[in-house]
């Protein structure tokens, strides 16, 4: 069990689903873990709770009397957020999981033993580093999806030249994303640019292969394009991975 990838649960559920009800995530932190990143990945993510956990009742004997009640309450609260985990996914919004974050951060800084202060600016560097580079990781694929956006709006305008900048920028800012090609390849379009258009669209389906709309989306080309037998092919395999997308209707409109 090897996952889907990160945010990707509604691509691991759609062969499986037995309606049209577009989940895309369940309301189960573990499943998505085991989901998304398959047994390692949650094997991972077990290991930092275990080790987390650990880390909090020993910081909790380090704390006296009123302290200690202030600081049980907050490992209260921390468990309370796990527990919570199992029926919903807390794990997705910033505004619940930053909290957890600080008072983990919180109270293992106040009960850690005193060290040299040579050690604390080298670790106050490399916590600066390591904040820097999740901010980055956070905000990337937010601009990128803006960049998508205005790719498709630029389309909308007819402003082709602008709608590939846009999207090539996208695709740059998060290069694991399916969308910023899409995004390429309806530029290219429009531009009058097949062949590249057909690059973009086979790279998505590179990108992401057990993703059933790449392979809608390159299918839908190669059948405007001419190429008829390619199409139903790629629109077959998108129907294999959602049998109940929109793969199935169109393939049903050509009798397949």
Known sequence: MVGTGAASFAVARRPIRENTTYATEPHNLVLQFLAETGLIGLLLAAGAWVTG????????????????????????????YLLHA???YDWDFLALTAPLMLIVGVLLGASAPGVRRARS???????IAVAVAVVFSLAAPWLAARKVDDAFAALRESQSARALDDAKTAKS????????????????ESRGNQVAALHAYQDAVRLQPENPRPWYELGQFELSAGLRERGIRDLERSRELDPLGPANDRLTQLGR
């Open 121 to 127: 600016i080298v670790w106050s560097a490399a916590g």
């Open 53 to 80: 956990g650990v880390a909090l009742l020993r910081a909790l004997g380090r704390f006296e009397d009123a302290d200690h009640a202030a600081a049980l309450a907050l490992v209260v609260g921390a468990l309370a």
């Open 86 to 88: 199992l029926v919903d």
């Open 173 to 188: 800012l998060n290069p694991l994303s399916i969308e910023p090609l899409l995004a390429v390849a309806a530029a290219e």
